[in-house]
């Protein structure tokens, strides 16, 4: 046995040599038993795994598990007879040692996978929270870069997701914050002083497009494995901080409102207790600066309004009205009372709960004593329009019932085939003068009722034409006395309307016709034109009287004003002017002269147009009425009841021209209802004003008894105003007639009455 044989014989370990056909051709003691186990021998082939060892000599080695043991052979670079030597050895602790770190690595290989999803799970999270919320939360380290950023940041910003990372912190700022916050910064990483750390504070942000703005941020520091690291939320408030100075814009507003405002302005709890009062509520109230503080408003109230106010106030806090505006009136410490036109409005908190009351008050004592003086004077004025028309309505009547007299029976006389011609000139210059005095009286009255407002028009679309030719009918015959021409260029006009009152036009113009003819001279002539736009009808009429200076103008219009006619023969009260300026401006118009001394004078009435008022004029038929003699026929029977013998004289002189006509008369009213009804009259005739009852009671009377309850009653009376005429039918009279009487129209209305009811 050679030296090798002899060492690998003494080995403890197992030797195995094995031939290059793949035998085992030789093994050591410590090999034969582990043979054995394998279940091998010298001279039987290799175990399959250790067999592969052969083609790798020298370093090739493999392991073998045998009986729970793991045995390393490694082939040797050596042989054995040229057989590759196999050494093995036992390496069972150590593999169990190998395997044992291997499932502790593993293990802990799957413990940091799974916390390393966790984490990842958590950052996730972490990152859908911060994306969540409405503010930008940005973190960075000791060096000041950015390291973490959520979503509303960057869109705050202004940069893309992710484009912020790596970033300094400074990149977001203005310039003039860069240097302060990188020093701050360093000292307090260094210091740990200095740090606004848990503070909330503004500064302002600089976008990616380089516009700036405000901002809010709130700073939290972390320390991880002793690095430092900052997190801070921002929030924009860009519109908070506009609307902070709106709102103190508002206040400052209010406030210089407050104190300069020379109304009061008062501020009170739910309860009434006034908490604040700007300057102008004390001076008003008569307090002192801060008097008026911790009053309640029902102190300072008025008592006659107290209750109304306590439950206006209620009903405002209650919700039940939004505000309140109305007069009312305040005592002061003095005891005096201002008054005030105040107004209340409610403000309340966000959820609708009262908060309180703004009271504002301005000061009226000085237009309501103004209110009081002009109703006090309105009043004293219509008082005094009262006695005027009450006065012109007895001086009317006073003066209609004698003229009624004088004229009436001149009328009758001029109807008197017997009268001498001399007789007729005499008579015709009583009427003359009886119808200028009833004239006078006229215009006076109409006059003093327009001055006093009290004159009713009539408004309709007049034809001008037609209205023209009907006065031009009644001057002309004064114009012929005189040899005046009168050239007429406007009575043709029938399609050609005005929106005027008909009866006082004609007046007008009766009126400026008349002076055209007596201030005109023998000869002379009047020209009447008219025309008009798409507003006004013009109607002139021009005259070749002496002329009026310029400087006189004015006075023409003044009542009882006749310039220099006094000195003249021409007859007048100087009212007519007057009275026509005041109606044609009652009918919206207006009235304008031109005059040229030595020349003439011209006058031209400008009157609303009415250019759609009838399609074609209205002819109108102008007839003379005749006063003839009936035929007999039918008798009636008239009651006339009437104090005056002379009226009741004219009018049976009058209706003696009726031969079928009967006249009862009655001085009494009780006299005249016994008389109704005995004979039941066809008509009855009642003055107003008689000695026992006014004619309105005898009309009741008669009106409530059955026996002349369905009688024709009319009046005739000196009342002659338009409220009496008025006052007369309504009261149910079926005529209305004044004194003086005219005997034509008395006539007729008898006809159509006496008409009426023979062939009712």
Known sequence: MNDARRLHEANPDPVIAIGVDGTVVYANPAAHALMQAWGSSVGAAAPEDIASLVAEPGGARADVVVADRVIEFVASATSLDGATVLHGRDVTKWHDASEALRSQN???????????????????????????????????????????????????????????????????????????????????????????????????????DGSEFPLELLIAETDIGGELFFTGSIRDITERTRAERQLRQSEERFRTVFGSSVGGILLARPDGVIFTANPAAHRLFGHAEGGLIGRRFREIVHEDELEDDLRLFERLVEGEIPHFLGERRYVTPDGGTVSTYTGAALVADADGTPDYIV??????????????????????????????????SSMSHELRTPLNSILGFAQLLELDPQVSAQQKE???????????????????????????????LSFENVAIGPAVAETLEIVRPLAAERSITIRDHASRHYALFAYMDRTRFKQILLNLLSNAVKYNRDGGSIEITCDHTDAVVSLRVADTGRGIPADQFAELFEPFNRLQADSTNVRGAGIGLALAKRLVEAMHGSIAVESVVGEGSCFTLHIPYADHALEEAEELAHEIEELPVEAARTRHVVLY???????????????????????????????????????????????????????????????????????????????????????????????????????????????????DIEHG
């Open 106 to 208: 593993d293990d802990l290989k799957a413990r940091m996978d799974e916390s390393t999803a966790e984490l990842e799970a958590s950052n996730h999270q972490l990152h859908a929270v911060l994306n969540a919320v409405d503010e930008g939360v940005v973190t960075i380290n000791a060096a000041g870069e950015i390291v973490m950023v959520n979503r509303h940041l960057s869109e705050i910003w202004g940069y893309a997701e992710g484009e912020l990372l790596g970033m300094s912190l400074t990149m977001l700022m203005p310039e003039e914050y860069r240097d302060r916050h990188t020093g701050g910064l360093q000292r307090y990483t260094q210091t740990r002083q200095g740090s606004l750390v848990g503070s909330r504070v503004e500064l302002a942000g600089r976008r990616k």
């Open 359 to 392: 009271v504002t008050v301005s000061d009226i004592t000085e237009r309501v004593e103004t209110e009081i003086q002009l109703r006090s004077a309105r009043d004293e004025a219509e008082r005094a329009n009262a006695a005027k028309s009450t006065f012109l």
């Open 426 to 456: 005499q008579i015709r210059q009583i009427r003359k003068g009886g119808d200028l005095l009833l004239d006078l009286i006229n215009e006076v009255l109409d006059l003093a009722r327009v001055e006093s407002g009290r004159m009713t």
């Open 641 to 755: 009841v009437e104090d005056n013998p002379a009226n009741l004289r004219l009018i049976q002189n009058i209706i003696d021209l009726r031969r079928n006509v009967e006249l009862l008369s009655a001085p009494h009213a009780a006299v005249g209802i016994e008389l109704a009804r005995a004979h039941k009259p066809d008509l009855v005739i009642l003055d107003i004003d008689l000695p026992d009852m006014d004619g309105f009671e005898a009309l009741a009377r008669l009106r409530n008894m059955e026996e002349t309850r369905d009688l024709a009653i009319i009046a005739l009376s000196a009342n002659a105003m338009p409220r009496d005429v008025e006052k007369g039918i309504e009261a149910g009279f079926m005529r209305y007639l004044t004194k003086p009487v005219n005997v034509q129209e008395f006539l007729q209305t008898l006809d159509e009455l006496l008409g």
